[in-house]
């Protein structure tokens, strides 16, 4: 091997180290050695005072995980981790985006993005065109084609919102419509973790949640019009969904929803307004918290009759507020699962006291 080579099989294993840098330092010691024979402690030192970017801060552990799973520590084959290599396997990585966030503004369309790697983040604009043929709405969702269309892109939080007003909602409501209709043509659903929309009708939810994967959509924060009529916004459809399923935070503000109770029950974090026509099985709602060993923070704005709602929650152990009702149940784990009560909302939560 080349003097030249050996540098760059070097480079590449000190690059490596950089790697896992950040897990535990004996640990990633001990896997250093096991692939750079020959490699001195002082040659890590003077390496490592240099900077690089390639840490586990910027490059997700399955990468990691993968240069790991090349090199073969029981052979001579390690000497293949060359520095060409390394870098074919980390050009290869996720594409990883902390915010995206698409915002409509009288006649512009703004798009702008946070990657992980990028210390400012990239903006891009769209303006209502007089030239025939150029529409500045499908202008930007071919932008946000492009954003998402790199190899593995994962994002952490997707922001879709606009300055209300009547002159902006046809705009609107065409952006929601074209980002459904352009997301539902990808072979593979979108990698969103986070998602905060602004909604005008309950369909535009829907198509934009069925095109993201269900496994990974873990925070959804729904944005509404204060009033809503015809049942608009309606659940019962968003919630069959499979990615529903595996939300862990759900907030909803200014509209209130219909939606059976019982499709919320595995939802940590919940924070919503539900119409007086939505079916409420408290009993069950009740006796399924008590059982889970999750922890809870629910609070569900709706229009109740306190005395009978508390008559239904019986028995528990009181603890009431003069201006309040409270009380808690004991989990099977020995942890308390509060409840309060006002005239307009409903409070179930795993915190040992609520303010």
Known sequence: MSRREKDQLHLARINFLNLIGQSNPSDAWKLFCLVTPNITEEQ??????TSSKLTLTTIPPDVVEMIVRTIDIESEKNVRLTAKYLKQIVDARDTMIN???IHLCSQTVGIEVHEVTKEEPETYSFNVSVIPGVNHIDNAVKKFEEIISKPNTKINHLKIDWVRSEENRASY?????SLAVSLADFVEKVHVEELTIDVNAVEHLENLICSLKPDILKRLYVIGPPTC???KFDFSNIVILPQWKHLSAFTSSCCELICPIHHLYHISNLRIKMASTSPIDIVGYR???IVSQQRIDHEITISHDMENTKQMLEPYIDCSRLTTCRGYYIRSNEKRLTFELKHNKIIFSTMQFLM
Not at 44 to 49: C, I, L, P, S
Not at 173 to 177: A, S
Request: aromatic share 0%.
């Open 44 to 49: 890590v030192d003077d390496q490592a005072e």
């Open 99 to 101: 915010r995206v966030h």
């Open 173 to 177: 409501d065409e952006l929601l419509k």
């Open 229 to 231: 009529g015809n049942d």
């Open 287 to 289: 006796d399924t918290l």
